[in-house]
């Protein structure tokens, strides 16, 4: 497992040009706790099944959303949940850890993912080619 959870962590450090493995794990954590939220069924569970154990358990227990966010307000909330952050800094935060899901998750599940979001995820997953 913890090969897996540091190859994971690694990645996103280095897209989010983190300071330290700290801040990439705290921004994995609130991100994927958000997501969790939006995502139900099969597309959730195999999105976890391709996580690293602890980052699963994080998606398969997510902060409650009363409805679906847009890309923007999701942004919002994870600047709300990282302490100092801006909706700059959070922007960043979402690309560093979606576009690390994505490469997890493979085309075929990042689309199904999509599928599930509202219009504009896309572009936070570094996946424009994949807009419905």
Same mark, same amino acid.
Do not use: K, N
């Given at each position: 497992?913890?090969?897996?959870?540091?190859?994971?962590?690694? =990645?996103?450090?280095? =897209?989010?040009? +983190?300071?330290? !493995?700290?801040?990439?794990?705290?921004?994995?954590?609130?991100?994927?706790?958000? /997501?969790?939220?939006?995502?139900?069924?099969?597309v959730r569970t195999a999105l976890a099944a391709r996580l690293p154990e602890t980052f699963a358990v994080v998606l398969l227990n997510p902060l409650q959303a009363a409805e679906p966010l847009t890309p923007e307000r999701f942004v919002r909330a994870t600047a709300a949940?990282?302490?100092?952050?801006?909706?700059?800094?959070?922007?960043?935060?979402?690309?560093?850890v979606l576009s690390v899901v994505a490469d997890a998750a493979g085309e075929d599940l990042t689309g199904r993912m999509l599928l599930q979001l509202p !219009?504009? +995820?896309? /572009?936070?997953?570094? =996946?424009?080619?994949?807009? =419905?």
């Open positions: 497992m913890r090969p897996r959870w540091h190859a994971f962590l690694d =990645r996103v450090a280095e =897209r989010g040009d +983190y300071d330290t !493995p700290q801040e990439a794990e705290r921004a994995a954590r609130v991100v994927l706790a958000l /997501l969790g939220a939006h995502l139900v069924g099969d949940w990282i302490e100092g952050a801006t909706e700059r800094t959070a922007a960043w935060d979402v690309s560093a !219009p504009g +995820y896309d /572009l936070l997953f570094g =996946r424009p080619d994949l807009s =419905r």
